[in-house]
């Protein structure tokens, strides 16, 4: 087709919650089109430029890259509104790479310096980015389409005045046709005639929010979602307007009358020439000393690392080095290894806790400059997983940090780099199935009960595996059925489905970092975080990546914070320094704890299902805990029971080719790694390491075109390495059925390292360990009442909190006892315990009297005063049904003395008494079932007691406990549970009978129960709150959440 027409005002998705098209049907469009060129102009932002770029270059269309800006009324710094606020839009174009730049900065200026409710650029702005770049002046937001809408043209005249200066031959005035909109023509008319009197050429297009015009609806729904109104379809106007992606046959009969309109499209769209270089590597400017490169300092840190390690100089080590140093200098790396070297040197001296895992634990040198922690000679982690000669892969050193103290590292590189060089990645929240029913259902006006029945119908998909709402109605009958014959629901699903993946807010990456050379606008665009304020990118992590800026992953591990908080409680309360780089690695206790299945709180192997196979296999090395970590996985699980059987039976054993035992021997001949599978290709079917890698990813994608070529491969490269063709198959089969869901080596020995070093603590200091779990979880109810539990099946009690023991977390008070932490304690204010823990300082409280004399916050008041009491923080000085009786007596006393201590020291130090006392009216001691709902209900979980503990014996008989049961049980068969009632909650179902929901806990955890009208109307009077029951019935799933519907009931 004949270059007559090309869009240059299109939005997508990304136009936050504006638009809807995804950019791949975007680009669809215009090729099915015959575009030849196609401009993307999102509101305000670059976040999709650099797909929209790419994807544009697979279809053959030029890409052009623009921006939608809002223009600030008096300047990008003044955040007020005033009554003659005029509101301006300017679609910018990037010419080159030049105006490329330019935009980048604009964008980021506009963020980060004119955000007022919008990015904002100014005229300043304007005049300062102005090169490189092609502005078209829209139709319907331009200063001069508002003034000449308002009737303004002397003001119409001087906006395209200053734009034409500005721009000079680079101006467009662009016009539109909408015939179906009242006025729109008159607007145009004016508009053209305005802009040939400034000598300003004019330009078709078609400001495009959505791609078919019965989206209409869709589009004006997600503006109801962004301003959280609801669509009143009898009354708006989206059945009307029409800002759909229009045809080129349709645009040039809309603009057959202004022909200079539709060639300026052509002409602009051929002076667009933007040869973006994607993939060209970018590295922080390290700094080095004079006389010295990057790669001569490398060389120097890795050549330390042998004595500081503790690795001898042999032949071989010396050899493995200089190979890496070789393949690290010529791809240019030296710098980023330098950069992440330092930056963990600084996490060392301020005793952050790290760990890198991934393939880097491959790398000799990363072990010997302090990036790794695990010898790869020792492991045979082969160097060419992490970087191969062969393919151009960026290194990727992936970074955990201890979670509490992963900001003060970002800081340090702020500091070292420069703040401008420095950012964090952005990410999108999406609007999956189950978010997007519901936020259509609401937009239209629903009651929430539509959404969330909808919404409840979808399951939950896994991480990396979405469920989307066209496979939910092909998988859930339910979902079928109502769709089917609910017009409601078709409604929702509908619509729903035309937005379902659209991005719906920006956040911040949950570890990725850039570090750049120069200001990282001259990369990227950025803005603030909406929630944090924190820079980061407007590209995610491809995009970043694939303007050459590697990513540096700061990701926040609490395991790493539970285990530093344990070993400074060991040095501080045993004087003991515990280096968990030196740990012996056969320590008895250790895997004595494994063998036991005492897993809680051990990373990476706690759950039932790991830990009875942990229980079976009887781990004796680090070897066996990192075999774990890899297998205990889909596909390689199925390996399991082989890999216990043959490390009992080592007679077991076999090899298909005696050449596999060199590479499967500590594995007792159990492939375990996705290495393992590369090694065998190598060794055995004659592959280079670029082919093995085209396996490894081939068997990831599982596409059968690739697996059936590169069975063939395999299976000739095996038997001209001399296998016979039968041992081949039978190798290729287990090969087949383990590799799509293999863990890399390096990957799984640096997280078995990190599991072997939480089982450690866990094994020998118990006490610290557990205190420091707690901490770490503090606020997650069940998670606290499991570790609780635990404690107390090792022999440690966890006592209520103490205002004369308790600290704000968890506090060890003896080899055998931790303290709940006045944080803890619900409406409690830490303002309020960290005054208590002060006046502490002075002595321990006597009595109450001088508690309340020497507090003298003000946030002591009733409602902390009564938190206090009922969680048992005062109960070594007083009762609580005593305090509680006397409450008001108790904060009169506290206005009166506070300040005038009962109790204070003389000067030598003896205890002088003042004569203010308190005498407490007699009132009832509170029962046992009283403290202990007062501690559910302030601490989350009984402390002091539980109410089962009167039926121990009972259900000492049950087979299993209910977290065991919800976990593993099979759904559909009947069992019995036994357990003690919460949270009761009775309806009438639509025939007038009642039915109860309500939660049955037993000592491990609890399950949401479901009783129908007839059970309930055979036992009502049981089912109230507190009752402890068993109950007979059957577990189920529905939404992905595990219930149980009873089919009897008897009280304990």
Request: charged share 25%; hydrophobic share 40%.
């Amino acid at each position: 087709m004949e270059r007559q027409f090309a869009h240059l005002h299109t939005h997508s998705h990304y136009s936050l919650l504006e638009a809807i098209p995804k950019i791949p049907e975007l680009v669809a469009a215009a090729a099915a089109d015959g575009q030849h060129a196609l401009a993307l102009t999102d509101n305000g932002n670059l976040y999709a430029a650099i797909d929209f770029y790419k994807r544009c270059k697979e279809k053959g269309i030029k890409p052009i890259i623009g921006v939608d800006f809002f223009v600030a009324p008096r300047g990008r710094r003044d955040k007020e509104f005033r009554t003659d606020d005029l509101s301006s839009r300017l679609v910018l174009l990037a010419k080159n790479e030049t105006g490329y730049r330019n935009l980048l900065q604009l964008v980021s200026k506009s963020h980060l310096e004119g955000f007022f409710y919008r990015p904002r650029i100014d005229h300043e702005l304007i005049e300062l980015h102005r090169d490189g770049l092609i502005a078209i002046l829209p139709s319907h937001g331009g200063e001069h389409a508002y003034s000449l809408r308002h009737g303004d043209s002397n003001r119409a005249a001087h906006a395209l005045s200053w734009f034409k200066e500005i721009f000079r031959n680079d101006c467009y005035v662009e016009v539109t046709s909408h015939a179906e909109i009242a006025g729109h023509q008159k607007l145009m008319d004016e508009i053209v005639l305005s802009a040939r009197a400034q000598g300003i050429p004019i330009v078709a297009a078609q400001d495009t929010y959505y791609l078919a015009r019965q989206d209409a609806l869709a589009c004006d729904l997600v503006n109801k979602i962004r301003t959280g109104g609801v669509l009143n379809r009898a009354g708006e106007e989206y059945a009307l307007k029409d800002f759909s992606f229009r045809p080129q046959k349709m645009m040039i009969e809309s603009f057959k009358d202004l022909p200079e309109a539709l060639e300026n499209t052509v002409r602009i769209a051929e002076a667009c020439a933007l040869p973006l270089q994607l993939g060209a590597w970018v590295f922080p400017e390290f700094p080095v000393p004079n006389g010295m490169t990057h790669d001569s300092l490398l060389h120097d840190l890795a050549y330390a690392g042998f004595k500081e390690r503790g690795l001898p100089e042999t032949p071989e080590n010396i050899e493995r080095v200089l190979y890496e140093l070789s393949i690290i200098g010529s791809k240019g790396y030296s710098p980023y290894f330098l950069v992440v070297a330092d930056l963990l040197r600084h996490a060392r001296e301020k005793a952050i806790l790290t760990n890198t895992r991934g393939s880097a634990a491959g790398s000799l040198v990363s072990y010997l400059c302090g990036i790794t922690t695990v010898n790869p000679i020792e492991y045979q982690l082969p160097f060419e997983r992490f970087l191969n000669p062969e393919r151009p892969s960026p290194p990727d050193i992936d970074m955990d940090l201890a979670d509490n103290r992963r900001d003060e590292l970002i800081d340090y590189v702020r500091g070292k780099y420069g703040d401008e060089r420095v950012a964090q990645i952005g990410t999108f929240g999406t609007m999956m199935a189950r978010a997007a029913v519901r936020d259509v259902a609401r937009a239209l006006g629903y009651p929430y009960s539509v959404g969330d029945r909808i919404a409840k119908l979808i399951p939950f998909g896994k991480q990396g595996f979405p469920v989307s709402i066209d496979s939910s109605l092909e998988s859930v009958p339910d979902l079928q059925d109502a769709y089917a014959k609910d017009a409601d629901v078709k409604d929702v699903i509908d619509l729903a489905r035309k937005i379902e993946g659209n991005a719906r807010h920006v956040g911040v990456h949950a570890a990725g970092v850039v570090i750049a050379p120069s200001p990282v606008s001259d990369y990227v665009p950025i803005q603030f975080d909406p929630k944090g304020g924190k820079k980061i990118t407007q590209y995610d992590m491809h995009a970043v990546e694939d303007v050459g800026l590697l990513k540096f992953d700061f990701l926040g591990l609490t395991n790493l914070s539970i285990l530093a908080d344990a070993i400074e409680r060991v040095r501080t309360r045993a004087d003991i320094s515990v280096d968990l780089d030196r740990l012996p690695l056969d320590d008895g206790k250790t895997f004595g704890l494994l063998s036991r299945g005492e897993t809680l709180g051990v990373f990476q192997l706690a759950g039932s299902g790991i830990t009875s196979f942990l229980i079976e296999l009887r781990p004796t090395s680090i070897h066996d805990i990192n075999a774990m970590v890899a297998l205990y996985r889909p596909g390689p699980m199925a390996s399991i029971p082989a890999y216990i059987e043959r490390k009992h039976n080592p007679k077991l054993v076999k090899y298909l080719d005696p050449r596999m035992e060199q590479i499967l021997k500590k594995s007792y001949g159990v492939i375990v790694y996705q290495d393992d599978v590369l090694q065998l290709a190598i060794k055995l079917a004659g592959y280079s390491w670029l082919e093995a890698d085209k396996l490894r990813r081939a068997m990831g994608k599982k596409i059968p075109v690739e697996m059936a070529a590169q069975r063939e491969r395999f299976l000739r490269g095996c038997e001209s390495g001399g296998m016979s063709k039968d041992a081949g198959e039978k190798l290729w089969q287990q090969i087949e059925t383990f590799a799509a869901y293999g863990f890399g080596k390096a990957h799984a020995v640096s997280y078995g390292n990190l599991a072997y070093k939480t089982a450690y603590m866990k094994a020998n200091f118990p006490v610290d360990y557990m205190a420091s779990l707690l901490t770490a979880d503090a606020g997650e109810v069940e998670k606290i009442a499991e570790i609780v539990g635990e404690c107390a099946r090792m022999g440690i009690k966890v006592l209520p909190p103490s205002v004369n023991e308790s600290f704000g977390n968890f506090t060890v008070i003896n080899d055998s006892a931790i303290r709940f932490g006045l944080y803890s304690i619900k409406n409690f204010g830490t303002g309020v315990a960290d005054s208590i823990i002060a006046a502490r300082g002075g002595g321990a409280f006597s009595d109450i009297a001088d508690f309340l004399s020497r507090i003298p916050d003000k946030n002591l008041n009733k409602k902390s005063i009564e938190a206090l009491i009922k969680s048992g923080a005062l109960d070594e000085i007083a009762e609580r049904g005593a305090l509680l009786g006397n409450l008001d007596h108790l904060l009169s006393f506290h206005r009166e003395h506070v300040g005038a201590p009962t109790g204070q020291s003389s000067l030598f130090g003896a205890r002088v008494e003042s004569k203010a006392r308190l005498s407490l009216a007699v009132a009832p001691a509170a029962s046992l079932d009283e403290r202990l709902a007062w501690e559910k209900e302030l601490l989350g979980l009984y402390v002091s007691g539980h109410p089962l503990d009167k039926h121990k014996e009972k259900l000492a008989k049950q087979k299993a406990a209910i977290k065991e049961l919800v976990g593993k049980f099979p759904r559909g068969i009947e069992t019995v549970i036994a357990g003690f009632l919460e949270n009761v909650r009775s309806l009438l179902t639509k025939n007038g009978e009642r039915m109860l929901f309500a939660r049955l806990s037993d000592y491990s955890g609890g399950v949401e129960i479901v009783v129908f009208p007839r059970v309930f109307s055979e036992g009502a009077e049981l089912f109230q709150n507190g009752a402890c029951l068993m109950l007979k019935g059957k577990f189920n799933d529905r939404n992905g959440e595990a219930s149980f519907i009873v089919e009897k009931v008897k009280a304990l």
